[in-house]
């Protein structure tokens, strides 16, 4: 998922026992085309940050109220990493060594609001909803998926790579 449609591709997968079949592949996705094929989906796989770090949104909070009370190591990289990063960044990092971007201090926070637009959308129509995971909706990280499967991990997306892509 991009900020935009323009940069947003959308693929249907069918899984099996045997493994997992592209059914279609489309390109310049808008939001009423993913909550389309949301609503013929078992889940939906969105590649962004489906939330925001529960320290970052504390720290907005009491910043907007004036009421900052920052450690002593202010300046430290860990505090600002806790505010920075989800327990799920954390997860994936422990687990692949891949640092995702930071939703709080990356420009991937833009995609995250285009998400959140759609989860509520979601919602509205009835579609469980959960964060988490255990609705229709699931965040994905291809980066880190593609390195857990043996797979090239970096430099995979765009359209000058589609031929390293079918390569594998």
Request: charged share 25%.
């Amino acid at each position: 998922m991009a900020t935009e449609p323009a940069k947003t591709a959308m693929a249907v997968l069918r899984w099996s026992a045997t493994g997992a079949a592209v059914q279609s592949l489309v390109l310049d996705v808008d939001d009423a085309a993913i909550t389309n094929a949301a609503t013929h989906a078992d889940k939906l796989g969105i590649d962004c940050p489906l939330g925001w770090p529960d320290d970052f949104l504390v720290f907005l909070q009491e910043h907007h109220a004036g009421q900052v009370v920052a450690p002593q190591e202010v300046a430290g990289r860990d505090w600002r990493r806790k505010l920075a990063y989800r327990a799920t960044d954390r997860a994936v990092r422990e687990r692949t060594g891949l640092t995702p971007l930071s939703v709080a201090a990356d420009r991937i926070g833009l995609t995250a609001m285009r998400a959140a637009g759609i989860l509520s959308r979601l919602a509205a129509e009835g579609r469980p909803v959960d964060r988490a995971g255990n609705g229709i909706v699931v965040e994905v990280y291809p980066a880190a998926s593609l390195r857990c499967w043996g797979l090239p991990f970096r430099a995979y997306k765009g359209r000058k790579r589609r031929a390293a892509r079918a390569r594998h």
